[in-house]
T-cell receptor, first 112, second 116 residues
Framework: QKEVEQDPGPLSVPEGAIVSLNCTYSNSAFQYFMWYRQYSRKGPELLMYTYSSGNKEDGRFTAQVDKSSKYISLFIRDSQPSDSATYLCAIAGGTSYGKLTFGQGTILTVHP | EAGVTQFPSHSVIEKGQTVTLRCDPISGHDNLYWYRRVMGKEIKFLLHFVKESKQDESGMPNNRFLAERTGGTYSTLKVQPAELEDSGVYFC?????WGGGLTEAFFGQGTRLTVV
């Protein structure tokens, strides 16, 4: 069983739609939960991170963590074509804070 | 401020040859990480340097892979001899010392390695 499961998609939505991206994880020791965005031929860049359970909002993006069900989500409101990218969830903590464990990534396309 | 720089951006080598990848982290970042993404799989951790010391090398696949970080600055990842399954994108990331909490890891653009 993978430590982090993420549906690779692809996911295609019209401009303005609300996008929901999700991951599940298996190790309850993890404490940091991150979402990275990766454009084609680029490295991942950190979009948001949360520590422990709860919600965090940044503009059109909202990250949610439910540690009881080991479920993390990223919501994108009013999606734009520029949001088209691969979105990767990543978790860290436990015995090694620096080591990130990634999901497979979801390919998102927002069409005009 | 310059970001994390990796080169080459793309390398094509024959099976059995040696390849060396280089990463220049953001200046002042003590933490340096190597990750790899094999086609169709998730990005996987290879190892973590704190300055010049290997903090965690649990993700290194086998002894054909050798990572070094000279003087705590740039790092190299050598694959010798390369095998077909080593093909993938190798990412380097760096972050500041966390002092007890997680700090953001900045990624380079990756080196795409193709072994034929």
């Amino acid at each position: 069983q993978k430590e982090v499961e993420q549906d690779p998609g692809p996911l295609s939505v019209p401009e303005g739609a609300i996008v929901s991206l999700n991951c599940t994880y298996s190790n309850s020791a993890f404490q940091y939960f991150m979402w990275y965005r990766q454009y084609s031929r680029k490295g991942p860049e950190l979009l948001m991170y949360t520590y422990s359970s709860g919600n965090k909002e940044d503009g059109r993006f909202t990250a949610q963590v439910d540690k009881s069900s080991k479920y993390i989500s990223l919501f994108i409101r009013d999606s734009q074509p520029s949001d088209s990218a691969t979105y990767l969830c990543a978790i860290a903590g436990g015995t090694s804070y620096g080591k990130l464990t990634f999901g497979q990534g979801t390919i998102l396309t927002v069409h005009p | 401020e310059a970001g994390v720089t990796q080169f080459p951006s793309h390398s094509v080598i024959e099976k059995g040859q040696t390849v060396t990848l280089r990463c220049d982290p953001i200046s002042g970042h003590d933490n340096l990480y190597w990750y790899r993404r094999v086609m169709g799989k998730e990005i996987k951790f290879l190892l973590h340097f704190v300055k010049e010391s290997k903090q965690d090398e649990s993700g290194m696949p086998n002894n054909r892979f050798l990572a070094e970080r000279t003087g705590g600055t740039y790092s190299t990842l050598k694959v010798q001899p390369a095998e077909l399954e080593d093909s993938g994108v190798y990412f380097c990331a760096s972050s500041q010392d966390w002092g007890g909490g997680l700090t953001e890891a900045f990624f380079g653009q990756g080196t795409r390695l193709t072994v034929v």
